[in-house]
């Protein structure tokens, strides 16, 4: 009887020795002896499998975040923040990765995308001896991951590229584990580290470069708050472009004379859509999920983001920022603002549904996403009201009720209701500072005016700025260092064949 498909592979060895033989299971009885598979444990109970024959490098990459206990700040299924490969969509859509792979440039951007701090290395930027000291520290610690880029034809397997995990280091028979997350294909297997660096020296005929690995480790800074930098559009080039080589260049040409005309000269030229690159992390929940009650780790993340609100509220780069949007006569045109720069939150509301059914599915909806959209309050037992958009989205044939919590900065609060409402919420006039203050301190070095200098570099200052704004304006500053390494290597990020 003839079978559709194929059930699993024949995993060729020599070279490859399958981990659950008997000589498998000797080998690393003697490594966890001479203590080099500590990174193993972590990663075997977060083990998967990957959903689609193109997703070798988000399963590698979901896995190690989730071994590295890095919080997604976004909900999996149900009330569980936790990673999976679809969530993996800030570098590069899935539908492209699901049709023609993902490079090792695009992993590494979602590796810095999730918050993982990450050193990567094609092998003309390493040597041998330089990636086994990487495998054994590694091996010897749970801190820290390695994913190997390489080429399934070195070890005599079918397929082409492919991405996995290394699970641990034998020293003696200079051994390395692979963690393969094609299960349905081959086992976890040990293979000669001496072959594992040529399959990783195997040049991508697909992009013309060598593949390599990637160190994934937990970062030494907190994740923001209240603002994140997104790359899921595409033009995140042009405003990582425009910010990080643009402005300083446009400081250097005008004859500034005033703070007013330094924001005016940073604001006119912002591309349009600016809402796209810098979001608000929203604090978002299925409607199920939390009924009337607020939990209490809800209610101390909302607390954390209205103090940070409060906190670029009160900067004196902030009252500057306002004055300008509400001025009649500013020239700054291309800034998305309502008159005096306060969004009405009736009209945020359908952007903020978008937003989290962006946030809880993983996909991007267009269009009319969201239906009944309202703005409302929940009595705290503390009597503080806290103000919830509440929406449906429609997706398909599908419709899913969600909120999402808003932080206010207002000290006495009107009675919330469906419709427009007078609270204070992140608004535009709330990002642009966040952003301004994130920008390198030699953004603004290209001023004449030494005086003016002095003032500016006075109002964009972080050191006398409360810790928790100090933290977020720190966490924007570090988004922006990597999108420009990402800017830099655009170029050479095309997809490679993947399995």
């Known amino acids: 009887m003839a079978m559709a498909g194929l059930y699993r592979r024949v995993l060729p060895s020599p070279p490859a020795i399958d981990f659950a033989s008997s000589e498998g299971k000797q080998i690393f009885l003697e490594a966890v002896q001479n203590g080099t598979m500590e990174g193993f444990y972590k990663l075997i109970s977060y083990f998967q499998t990957q959903s689609e024959p193109a997703y070798c490098g988000l399963a590698s990459l979901s896995m190690v975040l989730n071994a590295l206990a890095i919080d997604p700040g976004r909900k999996w299924k149900g009330p569980w923040r936790w990673f999976d490969e679809s969530m993996l969509d800030c570098c590069e859509p899935l539908e492209k990765v699901k049709a023609d792979g993902i490079s090792f440039g695009k992993v590494v951007c979602l590796g810095r995308c999730a918050g993982a701090k990450v050193e990567a290395f094609r092998t003309r930027q390493s040597t041998i001896d330089d990636f086994r000291k990487h495998v054994i520290r590694c091996s010897t610690s749970d801190n820290c991951h390695v994913i190997s880029s390489y080429h399934r034809g070195v070890f005599k397997q079918t397929g082409t590229g492919h991405f996995s995990p290394i699970g641990g280091y034998h020293a003696g028979r200079d051994m390395a584990l692979i963690l393969d997350v094609a299960r349905f294909k081959y086992p976890p297997h040990w293979v ?95 409607q199920e999920d939390g009924g009337e009650n607020i939990s209490q780790e809800e209610k101390g993340r909302l607390a954390m983001k209205e103090e940070v609100l409060q906190q670029v509220r009160d900067t004196g780069l902030f009252k500057h920022v306002v004055a300008l949007l509400s001025s009649a ?161 655009k170029e050479e990020d095309l997809a490679a064949p993947l399995l």
């Open 329 to 489: 006569t500013s020239s700054c045109r291309n800034v998305p603002t309502k008159g005096n720069g306060d969004d009405d939150l009736s009209d945020i509301a359908a952007k903020l549904c978008c937003q989290g059914a962006e946030i809880l599915v993983g996909k991007s909806f267009k269009g009319g996403c969201c239906m009944e959209t309202c703005v409302r309050c929940l009595k705290e037992h503390d009597g503080k009201p806290i103000t919830v958009v509440s929406g449906t989205v429609v997706n398909g044939g599908s419709q899913q009720g969600l909120e999402v919590l808003v932080p206010s900065s207002e000290k006495e609060q009107n009675s919330c209701k469906c419709g427009p409402s007078s609270q204070i919420y992140p608004a535009s006039k709330d990002v642009l500072t966040a952003l301004l203050l994130a920008l390198p301190p030699e953004t603004w070095s290209g001023i004449k005016d030494e005086e003016l200098l002095k003032q500016v570099f006075t109002l964009v200052s972080i050191e006398s700025l409360p810790v928790l704004l100090q933290e977020e304006v720190l966490h924007l500053r570090h988004q922006l260092r990597l999108l420009k390494i990402c800017l830099r290597n």
């Open 192 to 286: 000669p580290l001496s072959l594992l660096w040529e399959a990783m020296d195997a040049i991508d005929v697909t992009t013309g470069h060598h593949r390599g690995f990637i160190l994934l480790s937990r970062p030494h800074t907190e994740p923001g708050l209240l603002y994140t930098l997104s790359c899921k559009q595409e033009s995140w080039t042009g405003f990582a472009k425009y910010l990080i080589d643009e402005v300083p260049v446009l400081l250097k040409s005008e004859d500034v004379k005033d703070i007013d005309k330094v924001l005016q000269v940073v604001f006119m030229s912002l591309p349009s859509h600016f809402g796209d690159f810098i979001k608000w992390i929203a604090e978002v929940r299925r």
